[in-house]
């Protein structure tokens, strides 16, 4: 077994960090081969519970955690970080305009951009997990102008993982049924999930529904987009062991591959493929090979999809340039 992977996890003491943190050092991130080395960063007032969890972890004996360190300084907690999952976010708070919640959040991936920039190992992924999320991804790889841009995504796949979870019901069908799915756009209720090009059992997903545009439009993406909040409504608390695991999925994945037909999504700086705007973080079905992922060419997107499509990707382009007005890219 090679050196330990360097993985840090910001927000460590939050509620989607104490669920992601024991999956990672588990071997669920990276497989049963690869040890790991978690830097846990936190808030100086959040530290004292991170090293809560970090007792929790060590008292795990998980073969694969070769050590943990605890810090609230950026520039310690990504030194020689191979991959940094961005989870500690700034939340709208009452009366918070969109502008003051762009600016909090500035304040924390600035500074934690810089400091990949600065001290990450060459090899360095990060996820953004943490909302407004492909925003904030964009923020943070902006104050990175050394690490290759590619480098820096946002989740979408909790919406996958939701859009399939859905279909399956829909269909009557297992999720492992489902092929091909993909999210386009922004972690926010605009993303569109794409069932022109998803497969239920290798038949096409619009059809496997009765090409019924109605539910489509008027239940399933709803569904899918507002599910955030269904879970606030039902728990009383947001989703975060399901936003945890679809983390793990997302990175796990980029690391290992897709498998051979299938697509996964994630956000990632756009190329300009499919006429979207170049360089905002946006969601895109994807493959992944070699630790390396490509936007998948070639699909046919119908006008439906256009329009949705153009809707969640004039929604980024606004959270750009108000972050570009704050001076934050
Ligand atoms: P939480 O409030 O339980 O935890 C957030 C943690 O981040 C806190 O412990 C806080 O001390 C820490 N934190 C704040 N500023 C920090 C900084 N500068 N450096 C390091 N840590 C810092 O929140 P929860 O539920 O864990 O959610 C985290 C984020 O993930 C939120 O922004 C939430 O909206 C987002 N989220 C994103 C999803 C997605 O699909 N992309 C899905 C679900 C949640």
Known sequence: MSTPVKVTVTGAAGQI??????????????????KVHLNLLEIPQAVKAAEGTAMELNDCAFPLLAGIDIHDNPTAGFDGCNIGLLVGARPRGPGMERADLLEANGAIFKPQGEAINAGAASDIKVLVVGNPANTNALIAQSNAPDVPKERFTAMTRLDHNRAIAQLAE???????????????????????????????????????????????????????????????DARGASSAASA??????????????????????????????????????????????????????????????????????????????AVKGLGLV
Not at 17 to 34: E, H, M, N, V
Not at 203 to 220: H, K
């Open 244 to 321: 945890a695991s679809a983390a793990i999925d997302h990175v796990h994945d980029w690391v290992l591959g897709t498998p051979e037909g299938d697509y996964v999504s994630m956000a990632v700086p756009s190329d300009g493929s499919y006429g979207v705007t170049e360089g905002i973080i946006t969601s895109f079905p994807v493959t992944c090979s070699g630790g390396e992922y490509s936007i998948v060419q070639g699909l046919d997107i119908p006008e439906f999809a256009q329009e949705k499509i153009d809707a969640t990707v004039a929604e980024l382009v606004g959270e750009r340039d």
């Open 17 to 34: 960090g104490y669920a992601l943190l024991f999956r990672i050092a588990s071997g669920a991130l990276l497989g049963p081969d690869t």
């Open 170 to 232: 829909k269909a009557g069908c297992a999720v492992t049924d489902i092929k091909k799915m993909s999210i386009w756009g922004n972690h926010s209720p605009t993303m569109f999930p794409d069932l022109y090009h998803a497969e239920v059992k290798g038949q096409n997903a619009f059809e496997a529904i009765g090409s019924d545009l109605d539910w489509y439009r008027e239940t399933y993406q709803p569904t899918v987009g507002k599910r955030g909040a269904a879970i606030i």
